[in-house]
């Protein structure tokens, strides 16, 4: 019998993937991670855990990773932000910090393998002998925030949630499991900041003070005064102010302090360059043509994708919408592989 640590977060996903593990006759033992600062064995979801770890016969373990999670994600999280940028946490979060937390802690208790309740599948070629990421068909798709996970990370880990179609599904299979949390609402705020109030944040733990600075059009003209770049994210409309039409944060510069607004017709973009390139595939070519996807809900779109060192520049057919440096361009092939990725600069 395979044994397998599911990561138990106290939501319905989680617990679901655990049970369909037992019942497919996997020996499973939960484990519920450590990794914000005010994380605690004794919190809601903690307890929560515990609820469904009882309930399914489990045992149950806790991992303390909280000082790895500040360094790999909280840091990381305020450093791009002061830059200027959009930080995504989840995808730095799931290779360095909650997936090897995982895997580390599944050496320990003896484990084969891990799973988790993401919304992902997993493949694997045997032309080019490595397993790599799917992604789901549910329009809870998460493989792009998975899109760093390296083939010996994937080659452990099972996604049981991965040919579900919609949540009201797993919903359905906690309720009849006689789990507790299978009506728990889905959070949607980063799991350290879980008032969404990021300068907020910055403020409390990094002692910084946002200085105000300049509104600039697209010119270059002024046309008003921000209140610090850290209150704003490219894309964002509302509070901004009053320009007698509606104004969009094209782009924001950390050096000299500005904030650029746009129109509604100029927030799109038809070409950009990443960094932080990481691909799943043997061998990256000097050109490809793929699906990319600029946020986790976007759609895929065709791009002409250009490597060159540790950089790619991605070109596409069709313009998309408010592409936001710090967040991560996920290129997929047609039949939904994740090829890799980088983040845009």
Do not use: W
């Amino acid at each position: 019998m395979k044994k397998v640590l599911v990561g138990l977060s106290g939501g319905v996903d989680s617990a679901v993937s655990a049970k369909i593990l037992i019942d497919k006759g996997y020996d499973v033992t939960g484990c519920f991670l450590l990794l914000t600062e005010d994380a605690d064995i004794n919190s809601e979801e903690a307890e929560q855990a515990r609820a469904v770890a009882d309930l399914l016969g489990i045992k149950l373990v806790f991992a303390d990773y909280r000082e790895h999670f500040r360094k790999n994600v909280s840091e990381y999280f305020a450093k791009e932000y002061l830059s200027g940028k959009t930080p995504n946490p989840c995808i730095m979060c799931n290779p360095t910090t909650k997936f090897f937390s995982l895997l580390e802690t599944a050496g320990k208790e003896g484990t084969d393998l891990i799973a988790t309740g993401h919304y992902a599948k997993i493949g694997f070629s045997q032309e080019e002998n490595r397993h790599f990421l799917l992604a789901a068909p549910s329009k809870k798709d998460q493989s792009y925030f998975l899109y760093r996970l390296k083939a010996e990370q994937l080659s452990r880990v099972l996604f049981p949630l991965g040919d579900f179609e919609n949540k009201e599904q797993v919903r359905a299979v906690g309720e009849a499991a006689g789990l507790s949390n299978s009506k728990k609402k889905d959070s949607q705020e980063i799991c350290f900041i879980p008032d969404n109030n990021y300068a907020k944040f910055i403020y409390n733990n990094f002692s910084f003070v946002p200085a105000p600075g300049d509104f600039l059009d697209m010119q270059g003209n002024k046309i008003g005064t921000h209140t610090g770049i850290i209150n704003y994210t490219v894309g964002q409309r509302k509070g901004l102010g009053a320009f007698g039409e509606p104004r969009y944060v094209k782009k924001i510069n950390a050096a000299d302090n500005t904030v650029t607004l746009c129109k509604e017709n100029e927030r799109f973009a038809t070409h950009f360059t990443a960094d932080s390139i990481y691909m799943n595939i043997n061998n990256i070519p000097e050109k490809l043509t793929a699906l990319v996807k600029v946020r986790s809900t976007g759609a895929p779109t065709q791009a002409d994708i250009a490597f060159s060192g540790d950089k790619m520049t991605i070109e596409f057919t069709t313009p998309v919408l408010s592409p936001a440096p710090g967040q991560s361009a996920v290129i997929y092939d047609t039949t939904g592989r994740v090829l890799g990725g980088g983040v845009i600069e």
